[in-house]
């Protein structure tokens, strides 16, 4: 395998829409609420906020390693490991491993600093909380990931809706808006539910490894309960965006996006098989994705309509 696909593998890239798309939706909300779209800007943002996201996967790959977390579900029968498996399977040394990932946080914060003196100094706390809520989320003392009261969820809707759709509007803007705040709650809270979904896979193991996600707190029945309400809000939030005029109205044509996934928990028991759970984390991803471009599209249009 060449060093790219090593690369590409290592940081479970495949998944960076999750991030490409809010920040393309914070830069077309400029321009159709504001008319101001630069692409120089948006390209650097793209680049950072996709260093930081891959910065993402591989530090949480490097401390769910030296917590255990990941031996753990390769050592539990039935657990499905979501990890590159670079560290838990030797590909990489330790040292090559912290080596990409650091080089990552680097090109991220390069990014961040060149948009601040640019757009304003609210561009790099945008970028630093989120690189910040990133490295926690399973490194100590916070580590997010492990408490089990809903820190992660929170998390992840700060950090793959909030703050880049709301930091990529202010890059393009240097200031803040309402609509850009509301316009990230749909896609924030179909990205949640991804990183939600993906727990059932290996709960189990997480359990043995003392990693306290909301699955392990509340066993499998209540947690398909939230899953489901997470959905909702997703659904709730992408019509609030229309009723506000945040959103065109045929952006309502995303919501057939969910329909895929809803179906799936009807093949659902309260309790399953941790292969049972890959058609629902595989639905989740493919929502969020299809809805996301959707929206990018409808503003787009909207764009170019006014």
């Known amino acids: 395998m060449n060093p790219f696909m090593q690369f590409k593998k290592a940081s479970r890239m495949q998944v960076i829409p999750v991030m490409l ?5 914070g830069a077309l909300g400029a321009y159709v609420w504001d008319g101001q779209l630069n692409i120089g800007l948006l390209l650097l943002t793209l680049a950072g906020s996709g260093a930081a996201h891959l910065f993402s996967n591989m530090v949480n790959d490097l401390w769910d390693f030296k917590n255990g977390t990941d031996g ?8 499905i490991s979501t990890n590159s498996g670079y560290l838990t399977k030797g590909i990489w ?6 080596a990409v990932t650091w080089a990552l946080f680097g090109v991220a914060a390069v990014c961040g600093i060149v948009l601040s003196l640019i757009s304003g100094w609210m561009a790099f706390v945008f ?3 989120g690189g910040l809520i990133a490295y926690f989320y399973v490194a100590p003392p916070i580590r997010f990931g492990y408490r089990g009261k809903g820190y992660s969820e929170v998390a992840i809707l700060l950090s793959f809706g909030v703050l880049p759709v709301m930091g990529s509007y202010y890059v393009q803007t240097s200031e803040l808006d309402y609509r850009a705040l509301l ?11 991804i990183l939600f979904n993906h727990h059932f896979l290996h709960w189990q193991a997480d359990r043995q490894a003392g990693k306290k996600t909301l699955v392990v707190v509340w066993g499998e029945r209540r947690a398909l309960g939230f899953s489901r309400t997470l959905l909702l809000l997703a659904v709730l939030s992408h019509i609030a965006c229309v009723v506000f005029g ?13 329909i895929p996934l809803y179906s799936v928990y009807g093949k659902l028991k309260d309790t399953n098989p941790s292969h049972a759970y890959g058609p629902l984390m595989g639905a989740s991803v493919k929502a969020t994705f299809r809805c996301g471009y959707v929206l990018i599209l409808s503003l787009i249009v909207q764009g170019l309509l006014l």
């Not at 316009?183 to 539910?193: A, V």
């Open 21 to 25: 798309i809010p920040v393309a939706l």
């Open 72 to 79: 753990a579900a390769q050592a539990t029968e039935g657990a």
């Open 93 to 98: 040394t330790l040292r090559k491993f912290a």
């Open 127 to 129: 970028g630093a909380l």
């Open 183 to 193: 316009l990230s709650l749909p896609i924030g809270l179909l990205t949640t539910l």
């Open 246 to 258: 945040v959103l065109p109205v045929y952006a309502l044509i995303g919501l057939l996006a969910a």
